[in-house]
């Protein structure tokens, strides 16, 4: 993340503008440490909109409503990298064959460098907060990286929002709830499935396919939804625990590579030993309901189709240690 803020406060009743790359608004957890409840992330966040680079606006209409407007290039994408793109080098001697209008022809053994990702245009993101007069309450609803949809890397289409409340100074409950798509996902499944060759079939990390409803059709709208809670509970000046409960829906598998929706469950404890150094030890529960997801050996989710997933349940043990500088 780097960005600058602007304070301009003769507009409403107050009003920052935003110019860089940072954190995208949504969202319960954040990618710093200290920005979230426990050690791990909710897949929720896993598999959401991390970062956006552009210009957002942030104006206090009064002390209960916030609204923000931005336009920004894309998910996880950047300025640059909107006229060209250069990925891993492609593998076996196999050539890009030219398309019209689509990828440029490459050499063996060279990487790919031709159409750009496309995700990275011009892109709305808007959000408004509403809180109480006690601020107890609030209510945060967003659409974030909002474009054609266009299946790239990471080029999601986020709708959803965050509901806080407070029941006292000892609890509070943390809710967040998505819906995301992306338009015309490669099908894995069909025979056309690699028949127009793809800049994202060798890259390093690139996005999955998608396994849609049908085996013939050679794209689909690739869809997933979530929702998770986080309760916590205050019982000393030192120490919080939390609660964590989440169902995700991975429905054409394009984002964790296995068709199936999950459950996870985690509890930690945060216990900070002084002003600077808290730990934050927790173990969690997660089950894929609909096919097993998980492998015995990291990389703890199936994230290829060439692989098949050995477990439907797993419990993870973990900490950090944190020092506030």
Known sequence: MIYGELYVPWVADGMVIRAGRYVSLPDIEAQLAPNTYMYSHSMTYDFDNYTNTGVVASAQANKNLMVQVGVVIGTETTLWSARQVSYSTVPGGVLYQPVPGVFALTSAQAPY?????????????ACGRYQNDAATDALYLCVNGLNGGTYGYNNLQWYGGTYFHKFDENWHIAVEAWQMHQNNAP???????GAVPSPFAYMVNGPNAAQCPGDIQPSCTAREWSSVAYLNYKFSPLDNISWRAEYFDDINGQRTGVKTSYFNYGVGWQ?????????????AFY????????????PLLQTSPTTIGQKSHIAIFAADLLWHF
Do not use: C, K
């Open 113 to 125: 460098s031709g159409q750009a990702d496309p995700g990275v245009q011009p892109s709305l993101t």
């Open 187 to 193: 099908n894995q499944s069909s025979p056309f499935y």
């Open 271 to 283: 216990h900070w030993f002084s002003p600077t150094v808290e730990i934050r030890p927790e173990i």
């Open 287 to 298: 089950n894929s309901l609909n096919a097993p997801a998980f492998q015995r050996n990291p």
